[in-house]
């Protein structure tokens, strides 16, 4: 590992120009460097130095320093040794007083780019060993990438000392050199290092300009690269959060990745939410792959039939929407076959996503069917078409009446639903009334939100008698009724109920009411850690939100977080949001979590 002729070039040179040509060596003061070439010499050696202190483990790259001294340290103790052992104490290589720093500019697999003298020792000789060793020690370890700067080289600056410093790591520096925000952070997105990235937003915003447009334009480039970043993840849950981060801020950069998992991911379930996604975000380009996934899976999956259907429509195909499932009734109408039974089950679950006015006759033929589950799937269908056509009316009252509670309680679903979407009838209003009464708790549930959707004025009275209902079932709906007549208080009771269903249903009916039943929500700090989750979405107490957002869960943390952004605005959290994403492991269920919150407060 000597690489040090030019040192010892030096020193023996100085030594034999200070040594008397003729002296002879005195017994016992022949010294050596190497034990090969002796020296004579009439002076004493002062004793060896000390080795020299580590570097200072609080120090920026400590670790590196030290690694780095592992390629410094031989050949400059062997010149200090030669010149201790070789030259007399009076020589002018043999001042303690000598110290040169050298700045060491390095690549990112450690090879030596340049070597500058940033301080002169007075002493030629001295400089250009120091100069040497310097040059001589590459290649140095690949310093990690956090330690290298924006122009991908570490500079190390480095004294060497004839004292007990010697050149010691302790005698060392790491720094980095950081170009600004607008030459920084499109490096390193294109680099994918998003750590860093991130950090360079919250040290941006953190100086004090986290109201400039220019940071919360990289930042919400930095956000959206992390989304992105966690939609290419191998994690199926980091997959799902970003698909519904994407969906949620509309990133429509992202149309690219949710369309390669719309149409090739494995799990049928990250399919369906990614084409949701895609409908969010408004990807029209998505329309023709949306029809071709819909007429290739016709009701094979339920879930990504109806999920295809429904962002088909959203994206603007409901017109190629109604010829499919028209067509498929068709094809199916005879019903003598299983092709043809499976026709008129995909025609159902498409037309119970969006409304298809043209298919209505058909699908109220379907609620004579043998099946309970067929005429189940027309109600669904009626009451999505109930909004477009209210004919669709006719038969959904019908469905009420059916003998098979499952269809009951389907239709009077679907009715809630398409009141909750604004259209509303006081004929069937008063058809599920008597409902609340029904044996079968399912339906006397759908019937509670039914009546209150569809006369919220007179849905008090009608629920006087269902409200003294024990089902839990039932009191997952009365949860929502409650608060929407008044009657709060009775819900945020149900916060105690054995039924985790009814607590989880009280704790959203609390937070999807007034302010008043917001604060009740907010105000209960003896929530279950899911319903903790849903309370942080409501609380406007700062000073709690600031502590839960260092809380060790990172889904408490960054519900926290996300409530933050929505109280403060994203310039005022910018340089927070930004710290934790840095922060945390990339790809990350908590880094996407706060990139998507952070993008979804506009």
């Known amino acids: 590992m000597k690489r040090w002729p030019r040192v010892w070039t030096v020193v023996g040179c100085l030594a034999l120009a200070g040594c008397p040509s003729g ?70 290589l043999n001042d303690a007083r000598l110290a040169a720093t050298a700045g060491i500019t390095l690549d990112a697999q450690g090879h030596v780019v340049e070597v500058t003298l940033l301080e ?158 895609l409908a969010a975000i408004g990807d029209l380009d998505a329309a023709p792959m949306l029809a071709m996934i819909l007429e290739r899976d016709q009701g094979a999956n339920t879930e990504l039939t109806g999920a295809a259907a429904r962002g088909l429509a959203r994206l603007g195909g409901q017109a190629r929407l109604g010829e499919i499932v028209v067509a ?41 069917d043998r099946e309970p589950v067929v005429r189940a799937a027309a109600c669904r269908a009626l ?48 058809q599920v009334a008597p409902l609340l009464k029904d044996r079968d708790e399912r339906v006397r549930a759908a019937a509670v939100l039914a009546v209150l959707r569809l006369e919220p004025a007179r849905a008090a009275m009608e629920l006087t008698a269902a409200s003294r209902d024990k089902s839990p079932v039932v009191l997952a709906s009365l949860a929502e009724a409650w608060v929407r007549t008044g009657s709060g208080a009775k819900t945020e009771a149900l916060l105690a109920h054995e039924s985790p269903a009814v607590r989880q249903a009280a704790a959203r009916a609390l937070l999807a009411g007034d302010d008043k039943a917001k604060a009740m929500l907010a105000a209960r700090a003896d929530l279950e850690p899911a319903l903790r989750l849903l309370a942080l979405a409501v609380t406007s107490d700062r000073g709690a939100l600031e502590a839960a957002s260092t809380d060790p869960e990172p889904s408490v943390r960054t519900a926290a977080a996300a409530r933050l952004v929505l109280l403060r605005g994203r310039a005022d959290t910018v340089a927070d949001v930004a710290s934790q994403v840095a922060s945390a492991p990339p790809a990350s269920a908590e880094r996407v979590r706060l990139a998507g919150a952070w993008l979804a407060a506009r």
């Not at 201790?84 to 020589?91: A, D, N, S, T, V």
């Not at 006719?394 to 509670?405: E, F, Q, Y």
Request: charged residues 25%.
């Open 120 to 277: 002169r020792s007075g002493n030629d000789d001295f400089d250009e060993v120091a100069r040497a060793v310097a040059s001589d020690a590459g290649p140095f370890p690949p310093p990690e990438r956090a330690l290298l700067s924006d122009d991908d080289r570490l500079y190390l600056t480095w004294l060497f000392a004839r004292d007990d410093r010697q050149a010691g790591a302790a005698t060392a520096s790491l720094r980095r050199v950081e170009w600004p925000i607008d030459r920084a952070v499109p490096k390193y997105l294109g680099d994918g290092n998003l750590t860093e990235a991130s950090r360079r937003v919250a040290s941006a915003a953190t100086g004090g300009d986290a109201a400039q447009a220019k940071v919360l334009g990289y930042a919400e480039r930095v956000m959206t690269a992390v989304v992105r970043e966690g939609l290419a993840s191998p994690d199926p849950a980091v997959q799902r959060l970003a698909i519904t981060a994407a969906g949620a801020a509309r990133i429509s950069s992202a149309a690219r990745e949710l369309r390669s998992i719309a149409d090739g991911a494995l799990d049928v379930g990250m399919r369906a939410a990614a084409i949701d996604a």
């Open 328 to 368: 498929w009734f068709v094809a199916g109408k005879p019903g003598k076959t299983p092709a043809e039974r499976a026709r008129t089950w995909a025609a159902l679950i498409a037309a119970g996503q969006a409304p298809v006015p043209a298919a209505i006759s058909e699908v109220s033929r379907m609620l004579a």
């Open 383 to 430: 009451g999505a078409a109930v909004g477009a056509d209210a004919t669709a009316w006719k038969g959904l009252r019908k469905g009420l009446t059916d003998a098979d509670a499952s269809v009951r309680a389907t239709c009077a679903n679907a009715i809630a639903d398409a009141a909750a979407a604004g259209t509303r009838s006081r004929a069937t209003f008063w």
């Open 23 to 92: 002296a002879k060596p005195k017994a016992g003061t022949t010294v050596t460097a190497s034990g090969e070439v002796p020296y004579p010499t009439d002076f004493t050696p002062p004793p060896p130095l000390p080795p020299p202190p580590a570097a200072d483990g609080k120090a920026f790259g400590a670790k590196y320093l030290d690694l780095a001294y592992a390629r410094i340290g031989d050949d400059w103790t062997t010149f200090l040794e030669d010149c201790r052992l070789r030259l007399p104490p009076q020589h002018p």
